[in-house]
């Protein structure tokens, strides 16, 4: 046997290290926790701009699941700028971020989703240098401030409208000018492309076009009705709503 009389021995001390990988442990453990429970949505993309990684709020607010969303379902939608028309992808507020190398904030977005509606959102996005990753997307749902927005620009409309009519009304006592304004308003106010006022003369028992707009062709504006004919005729005789799906069907018998 031999005789071994030297024996070296290494001794390193790796504390420090310990500490540091577990606070490291930690604090992945944190991102993660506060990464799924957060209200907004959260979306990691890698460098082929593909998500690989998002948060239940994202698939909340996108209506897409994890599974969708990490597929890329959400490349074939169709997303809208605020004014409503399309947004292209280099506006996409990761794009953005990506290009210029800095955070962008609060790019409004709308969303179309594959039913048709619209989830309109706030989108801010900054790069992220980590490997496999280039930048973080934080989506907020805005539809329902969109909607109360909305509500509020309808109402305007409908003030501005109705103190329009009032101006009209007190300002002139020509009956065909006043009731011409008031078409005008109900038209542009209820969303339709044309409108019609006719008024029964007990006289005659004729129903008078006494205002009319967005109809110009003079086959659907005949003078007069009487009653129980054309489409107004009946209107008045039977009180009752009339229906018909295309117009040029009608023409001349209005």
């Known amino acids: ?21 577990a606070a490291i442990r930690l604090s992945e453990k944190k991102f993660k926790t506060l990464f799924e429970i957060a209200p907004i949505g959260i979306a ?28 890329g379902a959400y490349r074939s939608r169709t997303y809208l700028q605020p004014n409503g028309k399309a947004m292209s992808t280099d506006e996409f507020a990761s794009a953005r971020a990506l290009v210029e190398d800095m955070p962008i904030f609060d790019i409004e977005t ?16 900054a790069p992220w240098n980590m490997p496999d990753t280039s930048v973080v997307v934080i989506t907020q749902d805005i539809s329902e401030r969109k909607q109360a927005e909305e509500r509020i620009q309808q109402q ?35 969303g339709m492309n044309a409108a019609t006022v006719l008024l029964f003369e007990p006289n005659t028992f004729m129903l008078e076009y006494i205002a009319t707009h967005g109809l110009t ?26 229906h018909t799906r295309d117009l040029k069907e009608k023409a001349g018998n209005i």
């Not at 607010?61 to 990490?70: A, M, N, P």
């Not at 009304?169 to 109900?186: A, D, K, N, P, Y």
């Not at 007069?224 to 054309?230: A, D, Q, V, W």
């Open 1 to 21: 046997e031999k005789d071994l009389s030297e024996v070296i021995v290494s001794i390193m001390d790796i504390t420090e290290r310990n500490r540091a990988e």
């Open 217 to 242: 062709e003079s086959k659907y504006t005949k003078s007069s009705f009487r009653l129980g004919e054309g489409l107004a005729g009946i209107v008045a005789t039977e009180r009752r709503n009339v």
């Open 44 to 71: 990691i993309l890698n460098k082929e701009k593909n998500i690989v990684d998002a948060n239940y709020a994202l698939e909340r607010i996108t209506r897409l699941g994890k599974e969708k969303l990490l597929g």
């Open 156 to 190: 305007l409309m409908r003030l501005t409208a109705l103190r329009d009519i009032a101006r009209v009304i007190t300002s002139s006592l020509e009956l065909h000018l006043t009731m011409g304004r008031i078409v005008s308003q109900i038209t542009n106010q209820l």
């Open 110 to 125: 709308g969303i179309v989703a594959e039913d048709g509606s619209v989830i309109w959102t706030l989108v801010s996005a």
